[in-house]
């Protein structure tokens, strides 16, 4: 069959992620989204359900490369300022539509219950592209509502990934030993950053930086894969504890993001599309409306009452509210997971895969709409966050 060569499959490929690209500039919607999208046009046209092997390890080292870079994006300083309004939105972003959504799964839908763990883990993330975009445009960025807003979800995100790892670690004292290597070399990469960057120098060509960021995690996916858990909470960690350092490298973070954007996340977004069926849409339908109002529900029961009993008007309460309701990379990363450790089929992947997708599109376009003129005066004293790249690509 033509689709065994891998360089005909990698054409069809990297032609379909430069499509999805394309769209995406044009309608100006995130491109991760757009690549799942395209991924499940590909899976269907082209017959295949399941990827080959090298395309599923591109993937997960993708995943984990995002998670690395979505670490790096967490302002320090505006964390330390809002940390128990931070803490306490957080845990109530996420703690509520878990366990809301594990009850549905468990109790109503007759999932199992490591399937109905991994659905609430996915459903209950927060995308930190899509509130950061928001506040960008409205303004906010400056402002205490909208640091705040991108510091509790920088706590939601991390309990989703923490509560992945523990749940489905298998501890045993080879793993325990194995993760406490892992928190070492974390501790230690913080400190040897910086002067090894200084040391290295900057050479264009052979990218000693990028060769070392790589190698770090690597070496962090080995240990967790060996201790049987998920490589991504070590690799989210890794990129909080060197945020300060990308801060300060603005070139760093462009040339780690172009490899990644460009070659590795296309592959974890399209073939997370993959795996969904069209036949459980359709015949499933009541299942994804259920999964989504659980989650929009939950996330607006707890951010909501949140941050008006912060004192923040009640229509920027509402505004955030709607905002954190969406959720995309490290809910399709927590769902990718059970897909290829076989917790969930692929009719519950589907359906929990397309309630992301709908968390991501319709309070966030509503939030748009209902508030088009939110614009927050800057505080004064108040350090401006330091932008971000691009964000299209991770969620």
Not at 24 to 40: D, K, M, T, W
Request: net charge positive; with cysteine; glycine share 8%.
């Amino acid at each position: 069959m033509l689709l065994e060569n891998p360089w005909v499959f990698l054409a069809i490929w990297m032609g379909a992620a430069f499509l999805a690209a394309v769209i995406a500039l044009q309608l100006r919607v995130s491109v991760a989204l757009v690549e799942v999208l395209v991924g499940i046009s590909m899976s269907h046209l082209l017959g295949m359900a399941e990827p080959t092997g090298w395309m599923n390890f591109l993937a997960r080292l993708g995943s984990v490369t995002l998670a690395f870079l979505a670490g790096t994006e967490i302002d320090p300083a505006a964390f330390r300022h809002h940390a128990f309004p931070s803490l306490l939105i957080g845990l109530l972003s996420f703690l509520l539509p878990f366990g809301l959504i594990y009850f549905l799964a468990h109790s109503v839908l007759g999932w199992s219950t490591p399937g109905s763990l991994v659905a609430g883990i996915a459903l209950a993330t927060t995308s930190v592209a899509i509130i950061y975009t928001a506040v960008l445009e409205k303004g906010m960025e400056a402002s205490r509502f909208g640091q705040l807003l991108l510091t509790s979800c920088f706590v939601t995100d991390f309990l989703s990934v923490l509560c992945l790892g523990l749940f489905f670690t298998h501890w045993s004292t080879s793993s325990a030993l194995l993760l406490f290597l892992a928190l070492l070399l974390l501790l230690a990469l913080p400190l040897s950053l910086r002067p090894l960057l200084r040391w290295l120098g900057r050479s264009p060509v052979s990218e000693p930086e990028i060769k070392f960021l790589f190698f770090v995690l690597a070496l962090l996916g080995a240990l967790a894969s060996v201790a049987q858990t998920e490589p991504v909470l070590p690799a989210y960690v890794a990129g909080v504890l060197v945020a300060k350092s990308f801060a300060t490298d603005r070139e760093l973070v462009r040339r780690m993001r172009s490899l990644a954007y460009g070659l590795l996340t296309p592959f974890f977004f399209m073939k997370a599309g993959f795996h969904i069926s069209l036949h459980a849409l359709l015949y499933g339908l009541l299942p994804i409306v259920l999964l989504f109002g659980v989650k929009f529900l939950g996330k607006m029961v707890a951010v909501w009452p949140a941050l008006w009993a912060l004192r923040l008007p009640r229509r920027e309460a509402l505004f955030g509210s709607l905002l954190t309701s969406g959720g995309l990379t490290f809910g399709l990363i927590a769902a990718h997971f059970g897909m290829l450790k076989g917790i969930l089929v692929r009719e519950q992947y589907s359906q929990v895969t397309i309630a992301i997708l709908l968390s991501t599109l319709i309070p966030v376009i509503g939030a748009s709409r209902l508030f088009p003129h939110v614009v927050l005066k800057e505080e004064e004293g108040k350090r401006k966050l330091t932008k971000p790249g691009e964000f299209e690509e991770e969620g």
